[in-house]
C-alpha cells in the first residue's frame, strides 16, 4: 500500500488558458506542450489502516489550501479502489514551487502515478491523465514524455479529456533554458486568473476559436520536426494568451523588466538565425526553447540581462512513472 512515482513538469507550446467546467477541471480549448527531463517531483504515498488522518507534507512543509487539493485527488482513486484507508503523501520538487515552473504539472502527475501503484490499480494512462487532470489541467500532459497533446474532448464527464504522446522526446531532442526572474510564487494562481479571464475579457471568444487552427498548426509542426514553424505558432500562442490575461479586468500581469528583455533577447538571437524560441507561463520566468547545439549562445544572452537570478538547462524527458 506503499509506491514512490516522479514526474516531470511540461511547458506548454500551445497554451491552454480557460475552463469550460471548473468542477471537472475541463479546459476551453486543447494544448500542446513537451516534457521536460532535469526538474522533477518525487512523491511518495503511503496508505496505512493504523493511521487515524490523512497528512500532506508539500516540499516538507504542511500548506493546508494545498492538501485540501491533494486530497480531493487521492479520494478520486480511493472511490475507484473502493478504500477509505488513510494515506501519508510527502513530496517534493527540485525546482522553485508555485513559481511558473509547472509545479502543480508534474505534482498531480506523480500523486496520481504513486496512488495507483499503492492501490494497485493498474489505471490505463489515459485514466490517469484523466485523473491527473482534475487536480491541475497542465498535470495531465505530464503522464506523458516528450511532445503530448491534451485533447478537449466531447463528453460532458471529461472521459475523453486526456492528454496522449504526439511524438518522442528522443525523435527530436529539443534543449530548454529557463531563464528564473522570481522564485516567488505568483500573486494571482492559474484558475484564479483564467476565471477572471473568461468573465472579463473581451478577447476571450477569439482566444477560444482560435484554439484548434493553432494545435492543428503546432501538431504539424512537430510531426514535421519543422522547428521554425513551431517556434512561430508557439511564440503566437505565448503572446496571444499573455494578451489575453492582459485585457481581463483588473488586467493579469505575469511579466517583469527581465521577462521583458528575454524576449528581445531571444527574437535578435532568432533574427541572426539562431534556432531559438522563447515561450512563457503564468509567471515571469523565460522559458527559451532551442535546438541542442544553440544552449551555450542562450545561456549568455540570458545571463547578459540584469535581474535574471537562475538559469536552469534541461532537455526533453519521460512521463510519469514508479521508482
Ligand atoms: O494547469 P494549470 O491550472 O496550472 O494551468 C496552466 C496554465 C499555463 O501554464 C499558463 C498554460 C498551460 O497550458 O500550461
Same mark, same amino acid.
Given at each position: 500500500?506503499?509506491?514512490?512515482?516522479?514526474?516531470?513538469?511540461?511547458? !506548454?507550446?500551445?497554451?491552454?488558458?480557460? *475552463?469550460?467546467?471548473?468542477?471537472?477541471?475541463? &479546459?476551453?480549448?486543447? =494544448?500542446?506542450?513537451?516534457?521536460?527531463?532535469?526538474?522533477?517531483? #518525487? #512523491?511518495?504515498?503511503?496508505?496505512?489502516?493504523?493511521?487515524?488522518?490523512?497528512?500532506?507534507?508539500?516540499?516538507?512543509?504542511?500548506?493546508?489550501? +494545498? !492538501?485540501?487539493?491533494?486530497?480531493?485527488?487521492?479520494?478520486?482513486?480511493?472511490?475507484?479502489? /473502493?478504500?477509505?484507508?488513510?494515506? +501519508?503523501? $510527502?513530496?517534493?520538487?527540485?525546482? &522553485? #514551487?508555485?513559481?511558473?515552473?509547472?509545479?502543480?504539472?508534474?505534482?498531480?502527475?506523480?500523486?496520481?502515478?504513486?496512488?495507483?501503484?499503492?492501490?494497485?490499480?493498474?489505471?490505463? *494512462? !489515459? *485514466?490517469?491523465? +484523466?485523473?491527473?487532470?482534475?487536480?491541475?489541467?497542465?498535470?495531465?500532459?505530464?503522464?506523458? %514524455? %516528450?511532445?503530448?497533446?491534451?485533447?478537449? /474532448?466531447?463528453? =460532458?464527464?471529461?472521459?475523453?479529456?486526456? !492528454?496522449?504522446?504526439?511524438?518522442?522526446?528522443?525523435?527530436?531532442?529539443?534543449?530548454?533554458?529557463?531563464?528564473?526572474?522570481?522564485?516567488?510564487?505568483?500573486?494571482?494562481?492559474?484558475?484564479? /486568473?483564467?476565471?477572471?479571464?473568461?468573465?472579463?475579457?473581451?478577447?476571450?471568444?477569439?482566444?477560444?476559436? @482560435?484554439?484548434?487552427?493553432?494545435?492543428?498548426?503546432?501538431?504539424?509542426?512537430?510531426? @514535421? *520536426?519543422?522547428? +521554425?514553424?513551431?517556434?512561430?505558432?508557439?511564440?503566437?500562442?505565448?503572446?496571444?494568451?499573455?494578451?489575453?490575461?492582459?485585457?481581463?479586468?483588473?488586467?493579469?500581469?505575469?511579466?517583469?523588466?527581465?521577462?521583458?528583455?528575454?524576449?528581445? $533577447?531571444?527574437?535578435?538571437?532568432? $533574427?541572426?538565425?539562431?534556432?531559438?524560441?522563447?515561450?512563457?507561463?503564468?509567471?515571469?520566468?523565460?522559458?527559451?526553447?532551442?535546438?541542442?547545439?544553440?544552449?551555450?549562445?542562450?545561456?549568455?544572452?540570458?545571463?547578459?540581462?540584469? %535581474?535574471?537570478?537562475?538559469?536552469?538547462?534541461?532537455?526533453? %524527458? =519521460?512521463?510519469?512513472?514508479?521508482?
Amino acid at each position: 500500500m506503499q509506491a514512490t512515482a516522479r514526474a516531470h513538469p511540461n511547458i !506548454a507550446l500551445v497554451k491552454y488558458w480557460g *475552463k469550460r467546467d471548473t468542477r471537472l477541471n475541463l &479546459p476551453a480549448v486543447g =494544448s500542446i506542450s513537451i516534457t521536460l527531463d532535469t526538474l522533477h517531483t #518525487t #512523491t511518495e504515498v503511503k496508505f496505512d489502516a493504523e493511521l487515524t488522518g490523512d497528512s500532506v507534507l508539500l516540499n516538507d512543509k504542511v500548506n493546508v489550501a +494545498e !492538501a485540501e487539493r491533494v486530497i480531493a485527488c487521492v479520494d478520486l482513486l480511493r472511490e475507484i479502489a /473502493g478504500v477509505q484507508t488513510c494515506v +501519508e503523501v $510527502r513530496s517534493s520538487n527540485n525546482f &522553485p #514551487t508555485g513559481a511558473g515552473l509547472a509545479s502543480s504539472a508534474s505534482g498531480f502527475a506523480a500523486l496520481v502515478t504513486a496512488v495507483d501503484a499503492a492501490l494497485n490499480l493498474k489505471l490505463s *494512462k !489515459a *485514466k490517469l491523465s +484523466e485523473l491527473a487532470r482534475r487536480g491541475s489541467g497542465s498535470a495531465a500532459r505530464s503522464i506523458f %514524455g %516528450g511532445f503530448v497533446e491534451m485533447r478537449l /474532448g466531447v463528453e =460532458s464527464d471529461g472521459s475523453d479529456c486526456v !492528454a496522449g504522446p504526439l511524438l518522442d522526446a528522443s525523435d527530436w531532442p529539443l534543449a530548454v533554458t529557463v531563464g528564473v526572474v522570481s522564485h516567488a510564487a505568483k500573486d494571482v494562481g492559474s484558475t484564479e /486568473g483564467m476565471e477572471l479571464t473568461r468573465e472579463t475579457s473581451p478577447c476571450y471568444p477569439a482566444w477560444v476559436a @482560435e484554439a484548434e487552427t493553432d494545435l492543428g498548426i503546432a501538431r504539424d509542426a512537430v510531426q @514535421e *520536426k519543422n522547428f +521554425e514553424k513551431l517556434a512561430d505558432i508557439s511564440e503566437h500562442s505565448c503572446l496571444k494568451m499573455h494578451a489575453l490575461a492582459m485585457s481581463a479586468q483588473p488586467g493579469l500581469m505575469y511579466w517583469y523588466g527581465p521577462t521583458v528583455e528575454g524576449i528581445h $533577447r531571444v527574437r535578435q538571437l532568432r $533574427r541572426a538565425g539562431h534556432a531559438v524560441f522563447f515561450t512563457i507561463d503564468a509567471g515571469p520566468q523565460i522559458k527559451v526553447v532551442s535546438l541542442p547545439d544553440e544552449v551555450d549562445t542562450v545561456t549568455d544572452a540570458l545571463n547578459d540581462i540584469g %535581474g535574471i537570478r537562475d538559469i536552469l538547462r534541461t532537455g526533453l %524527458g =519521460s512521463g510519469a512513472s514508479c521508482d
